[in-house]
C-alpha cells in the first residue's frame, strides 16, 4: 500500500496517530481527522500529530503565521484533537513527537525545540528507542484566570481557571478520595460559563495532594474523558500549587495513564514523563481518498 505513512503512539497512555507529512503536503481535513482518531471505523486516538516543519506548514497556509521563538526549520507538531478541532498545545503530543523524531533519525541533539500554536516548546529527550523515550518539555509560562465553576458527573466543582496555552479549569475536590474520583461518571460533557472560555475549556478534577502527589481524571476538550493530559497536569500542579500558597514547586500528577512529574518555577512549567511507540504503517490510500 503506498498510502500516508502512520504510526500510532502514546504518553502515559493519552494516544495519537502521528502522520510523518515533513512539506505539508497531506490534506488533514477535520473529517479525516476525525475519521482517523475513530475507535471503531479508523485506527483509534485521542489526537493527531502531523510532523511538518513550521516552514512546510506556512506555505502550504496550515499556519497564517509562525509564533514567536520558531524557526522555519523547526519541526512543528500540528495538533489535531479527536473530533478534528485545532488546539494549541499538548503536553503528552510534544513527548511523542520528539520521541518519534528522534527514533526516526529526523533529530540528532538530545535538545531542540518542537513548534506548536502556543510557541516554541523546548524539549530535552533523555532517552528514545524504537519502542519508548522519556522527555522532559518546557512548558511555557503558566497563566492564572481566577475562580471557575464546573458542573461535571452531575456534581457542581470550584477550580482554578489556568492558561498553559491552552485554556483548563482544575478542580481540587478536598473531601474527593481516589476511589470516589474513580467512581465519578465523565460519560456526559462538564458543562462551564462559555463566557468565561468562548473557545471550550478542559477539565480536570483532583483529589487532595498527599505527600505522594495529586490524582488526576480530565475530560478534554474536542476529545473527552482521555487517561492522561499533559497540559491539564501542568494546571492540576498550579492548582495544588495555588491551594497552598506556594508559587514554584514539583507536583507528582497522577492519572488513569500513569504519572507524570510537573515544576512550576517563577510562573514556567516544564513536565517529565515516558512515551510509547506501538505501530506503524500505511493508510489504506482508497479509504484515505474516500474521506473528505
Ligand atoms: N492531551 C493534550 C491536550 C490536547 C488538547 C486539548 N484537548 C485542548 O483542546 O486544549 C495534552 O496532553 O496536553
Known amino acids: ?21 515533513p512539506q505539508a503536503r497531506l490534506e488533514l481535513t477535520p473529517q479525516r481527522v476525525a475519521a482517523l482518531c475513530d475507535r ?22 496550515v499556519l497564517d503565521v509562525l509564533p ?25 503530543g510534544v513527548r511523542v513527537f520528539a520521541h518519534y523524531l528522534t527514533a526516526a533519525g529526523l533529530v540528532s541533539d538530545s535538545d ?35 475562580s471557575a465553576t464546573v458542573t461535571l458527573a452531575g456534581r457542581e466543582f470550584v477550580g482554578l481557571g489556568i492558561d498553559v496555552g491552552n485554556p483548563h479549569v482544575a478542580c481540587i475536590d ?28 478542559n477539565v480536570e478534577i483532583l483529589t487532595a495532594p498527599d505527600a505522594d ?24 500542579a498550579a492548582a495544588v500549587l495555588h491551594a497552598t500558597g506556594a508559587t514554584d514547586g514539583e507536583v507528582v500528577v497522577h492519572v ?7 515544576t512550576i518555577a517563577a510562573g514556567v512549567a516544564t513536565l517529565r514523563g515516558p512515551s510509547e511507540l506501538v505501530a506503524a504503517g500505511r493508510l489504506n490510500p482508497a479509504w484515505w481518498a474516500g474521506i473528505g
Not at 503506498?2 to 507529512?21: A, I, M, S, Y
Not at 483509534?44 to 500529530?49: I, N, Q, T
Not at 519541526?75 to 479527536?82: L, V
Not at 490524582?215 to 473527552?224: A, L, S, T, W
Open 40 to 61: 471503531q471505523r479508523g485506527l483509534g486516538a485521542d489526537g493527531v500529530l502531523r510532523v511538518a516543519t513550521a516552514g512546510a506548514l506556512l506555505a502550504a497556509g
Open 68 to 92: 514567536g521563538g520558531i524557526d522555519p526549520a523547526d519541526w512543528f507538531m500540528d495538533y489535531r484533537n479527536a473530533d478534528g478541532s485545532v488546539a494549541e498545545m499538548c503536553g503528552n
Open 1 to 21: 500500500m503506498t498510502g500516508p505513512e502512520f504510526l500510532k503512539g502514546h504518553g502515559t497512555q493519552n494516544d495519537f496517530v502521528v502522520l510523518p507529512d
Open 213 to 236: 502527589g495529586v490524582r488526576m481524571r480530565v475530560y478534554e476538550r474536542g476529545v473527552g474523558e482521555t487517561r492522561s493530559c499533559g497540559t491539564g497536569t501542568v494546571a492540576a
Open 112 to 146: 531542540f525545540v518542537v513548534g506548536s500554536r502556543a510557541g516554541a516548546r523546548p524539549v530535552t529527550v533523555h532517552a528514545a528507542d524504537v519502542r519508548s523515550g522519556d522527555v522532559t518539555v518546557g512548558m511555557g509560562p503558566v497563566r492564572e484566570l481566577g
Open 256 to 262: 488513569p495513564g500513569g504519572a507524570i512529574r510537573v
Open 174 to 201: 478536598p473531601g474527593l478520595t481516589a476511589a470516589g474520583l474513580a467512581g465519578l461518571d465523565f460519560a456526559v460533557p462538564p458543562r462551564y460559563d462559555p463566557a468565561r472560555f468562548p473557545s471550550g475549556v
